[in-house]
């Protein structure tokens, strides 16, 4: 638990030092003086989220693949890394420093992924990937190091990757509705910075798109038990189809 | 909200990353239309667009239903004038429309054809485009007519029902898809035949739909209640003098478990509760409704035990002459909530500082009819337009059709400018919503003067932000 603690203090103290830089940027002066309302997702949740298998999610889409790099910098097809687990895939850049954008996806990620200790369930069939839309700066160098710090004790499977070039992430971030627009006044040599909406996705072992959450409702409580409802719904399909085999045996 | 108990983080490092948030607070700002979804990206500061959704007249310009857009950027060349006009073809009973929650698309559905359609409003937000077409509501629905209100969720659009295909009453259910067109789910009302779990705490299980808003720090999404294509569609002086008609009309509202999408708890509201407005403040765990036929306001809110209650708090004018309150619209400081009545035309504003106790502080006749409204987030802008469904409009000169644009001064309402949409042949004004540039990244086409804050492109910020 020290070491999570160290890694999420690393994590905290590159986003106080983003939003101290975001504080003195020329930005300051040109917003108006409202206060930031931090996300449900950094706190505890204010309802008891529903008892997993109480409920359903229905399928949205299927799930898009397009072309990526993992940390050790190898190509690959997102495509390939969904359909073995029940996946959650968040779309993040590094450096971003919203505290209810990024910052918060991934600190969810890092509460889910700490709970696959305590949940030996989540660790089987609970997949983390955190995509960055930023590869100029998030090479798979950079992921790979930032990835260890923070997952550095943790047994969940939690990939971080990125991808060649602009033009290989827009398709994927297109197919997801995942809307990215860059900051061209804010880009400097040592970073980028985007607006683009927060949104997290929960895809089921037949790569269909069970669920989406956004800023008002990623809470890891809420991710958790979508995820259990989700392998409870397998293991029921899994029950019926036993039961369904076996009457076909005694029919025979 | 106790973090450090939930993260284990190290507490001094948590102290000042929050310090450090509340110092980069000064730099962040949510600005929106006040009745829109929480789950929705936000525009700070002047909105460049109304996008008005417009019911066809017969004899009356090309007689179709269209998305009307007019300039209301007051830096703008074109300010006040009706810069697009998209026509969809027909006339589906237009009614209301809503953005997913990326405000890529803006939805509109047809009360009558059950047809709905799909804009894209980020490619061009000048000049919307109509994207898809979705004409097998009923279909996939399950027998559900009436596509009426269309609500933000994250990545998905929860349409709300009027009616059924069984009987064109008001038993009805929210339809659930995605951004993109993709049928996910129905969820049918609770009706006595069948509660779906819920508590019928009164005297009424109808089944009927009209509006849905949600609370999503509460879990909770709250549904209002209407009448049927039978109704709707009826000549409303016929109607009025129907007594078998004016009994179908909704009693209830439903409060939802918003992420199981089950009916939890349904409250007795006589007479039609119509637009449910709920607060934006993070301890104000309430909604407000107006009901149509019996001109009252109506809070829903959760108790200091956590329950959920209703409770009518107030008249709207004098319910004996049944005003008809339609739109209504809270401030984003949750302490004012404009209602409009739709008979005398007149829009009202309540001092609701005290939710139990709204009291009206101030009145204007806008028109001789009057429907809709929508402000800016800070207040300063309400727009209105005039019509309510097309059998159901005045007639002969009591007909005014209308978009008009005031100011709001916090004491009295002053006119900017007006479209007479009669004059311009585009038909029936009907429902607002707002649009800019900087929404999507891009830059107005004119030249915007520094000291006008909020007429700056770069305020607009595509970003959605907790509720």
């Known amino acids: 638990m020290n070491d999570l603690v160290c890694n999420l203090a690393k994590f905290y103290t590159r986003l106080i030092g983003s939003l101290l830089f975001l504080a003195l940027s020329p930005y300051a002066g040109a917003q108006n003086s409202n206060e930031i309302r931090l996300a449900p997702g950094w706190g505890q949740l204010s309802f008891t989220a529903p008892k997993p298998g109480t409920y359903e999610l229905p399928p949205i889409r299927a799930a898009a693949g397009g072309s990526i790099l993992n940390s050790q910098g190898q190509s690959l097809d997102l495509n390939d890394l969904l359909g073995e687990k029940i996946t959650v895939l968040s779309f993040i850049y590094r450096t971003c420093d919203d505290v209810n954008g990024c910052p918060l996806s991934t600190m969810v990620s890092y509460k889910v992924a700490d709970r696959v200790k305590k949940q030996p369930l989540l660790k089987d069939n609970l997949r983390l990937l955190t995509l960055s839309f930023d590869p100029q700066f998030d090479t798979p160098d950079v992921m790979q190091e930032w990835g260890e710090d923070l997952k550095q004790s943790s047994q969940a499977d939690w990939q971080f990757l990125t991808s060649k070039s602009e033009q290989e992430i827009r398709p994927i971030l297109k197919a997801y509705q995942q809307s990215v627009i860059a900051d061209d006044a804010a880009s400097n040599n040592e970073r980028n910075t985007f607006s683009h909406i927060l949104r997290v996705y929960l895809i089921d072992r037949e790569k269909q798109i069970r669920n989406i959450y956004n800023v008002s409702f990623l809470h890891p409580d809420i991710l958790v038990n979508d995820v259990l409802t989700l392998i409870q719904e397998e293991a029921q399909a899994e029950q019926r189809s036993t039961a369904k085999a076996n009457l076909a045996d005694t029919v025979d | ?467």
Not at chain 2, 350 to 364: A, G, L, R
Not at chain 2, 365 to 382: P, T, Y
Request: with cysteine.
């Open chain 2, 1 to 467: 909200m106790n973090l450090f108990k939930t993260t284990g983080v190290n507490r001094g490092l948590m102290q000042i990353a929050i310090a450090s948030l509340f110092f980069a607070a000064s730099l962040t700002s949510h600005a929106d239309e006040t009745c829109m979804s929480p789950y929705m990206a936000k525009i700070v500061g002047q909105e460049d667009f109304v996008y008005v959704w417009t019911l066809g007249q017969e004899n009356l310009g090309d007689e179709q239903d269209k998305l009307v857009t007019i300039d209301v950027n007051p830096a703008s060349p074109k300010y006040g004038k009706v810069i697009n006009s998209l026509s969809v073809g027909g006339r589906n009973e237009a009614h209301h429309s809503g953005f997913t929650d990326d405000r890529h698309y803006l939805w509109a559905g047809g009360l009558d054809s059950n047809k709905i359609f799909i804009f894209d409003v980020h490619t061009d937000p000048a000049k919307p485009t109509l994207y898809k077409t979705i004409d097998n509501f009923v279909k996939v629905s399950g027998g559900v007519v009436g596509p009426h209100t269309f609500y933000a969720l994250a990545g998905k659009i929860m349409v709300t029902g009027l009616s059924n295909n069984a009987d064109h009453g008001g038993r009805t259910a929210m339809v659930e898809y995605s951004n993109t067109g993709d049928y996910i789910a129905t969820h049918w009302h609770p009706t006595d035949q069948d509660l779906r779990g819920a508590e019928k705490s009164g005297k009424f299980a109808d089944g009927y739909g009209y509006d849905v808003r949600a609370l999503p720090r509460r879990n909770a999404m709250f549904t209002s209640s209407f009448t049927g294509w039978t109704n709707y569609m009826m000549d409303f002086g016929t109607m009025l003098q129907d007594p078998e008609a004016m009994k179908r009309f909704g009693n209830t509202a439903i409060k939802w478990n918003l992420h199981t999408r089950k009916p939890e708890k349904i409250f007795d509201m006589p007479g039609a509760p119509l637009e449910i407005r709920c607060a934006w403040q993070p301890n104000h765990n309430y909604c407000f409704t107006t009901t149509a036929l019996t001109s009252k306001i109506w809070l829903m809110y959760e108790d200091e035990q956590g329950e959920w209650q209703a409770k009518a708090v107030a008249d709207i004018g004098d319910p004996s002459k049944v005003p008809l309150p339609v739109d209504i619209s809270i401030t984003s400081d949750d302490k004012g909530l404009w209602v409009q009545t739709f008979m005398d035309g007149k829009a009202r504003y309540f001092d609701v500082s005290d939710p139990f106790n709204p009291k009206q502080t101030y009145e204007k006749e806008i028109g001789s009819q009057l429907n809709m409204i929508s402000q800016s987030w800070d207040g300063k802008r309400a727009y209105f337009t005039s019509s309510l469904l097309n059998n159901w409009d005045k007639k002969g000169d009591q007909d005014q059709q209308f978009f008009k644009s005031y100011t709001w001064d916090g004491s009295k309402l002053n006119l900017e400018f007006e479209v007479d949409f009669k004059a311009e042949k585009l038909g029936s004004a009907h429902q607002m919503r707002f649009g800019a540039y900087g929404l999507y990244g891009m830059k107005r086409p004119y030249e915007t003067k520094q000291a006008e804050v909020n007429s700056n492109a770069s305020d607009t910020l595509l970003a959605s932000k907790p509720e």
